[in-house]
Structures are given as structure tokens and as C-alpha cells.
């Protein structure tokens, strides 16, 4: 799960990018501006688990947002 602050930053990382890259290995979410400017947000998820099962979880939680 995603933290209420991280969903927060990823909402408004939606709203203000044209393009997102997402890494899941590391736990980054990378938005690009229209001014071509790289924005970075390190997640940090509420709940302890292993990599895999954590990528997955996350990759839910981000298509959740992004619909």
C-alpha cells in the first residue's frame, strides 16, 4: 500500500506531467513536465513485504491512481 502521502505527491505528479516512468526495483516514480524537466518521487510503502509481491502491490496502487 501506498502511503497517504505518497498517493498525494503521485496525484499531483498526474496532474502536472506528460509522461511517467515507473521502477518498481527501486521504488521511484519519475514524471516529465511540459518544460522537459524531470520530477522525482521516492515511494515509501506502508506495508513490509518482499520485492516482488512489493512491485506488484505498487503497480496496482499506481493504475489505481492513474484511472
Do not use: C
Not at 501506498?2 to 498526474?14: A, G, P
Not at 520530477?39 to 509481491?53: G, R
Request: proline share 1%.
Amino acid at each position: 500500500m501506498l502511503s497517504t502521502e505518497d498517493t498525494l505527491k503521485l496525484n499531483v505528479l498526474i496532474t502536472t506531467s506528460i509522461a511517467i516512468r515507473i521502477d518498481t526495483y527501486k521504488l521511484v516514480v519519475v514524471g516529465l513536465n511540459a518544460q522537459f524537466k524531470e520530477q522525482v518521487i521516492d515511494l515509501n510503502p506502508t506495508d513490509d513485504v518482499v520485492a516482488v509481491s512489493n512491485a506488484t502491490s505498487l503497480d496496482k496502487d499506481l493504475l489505481k491512481l492513474a484511472w
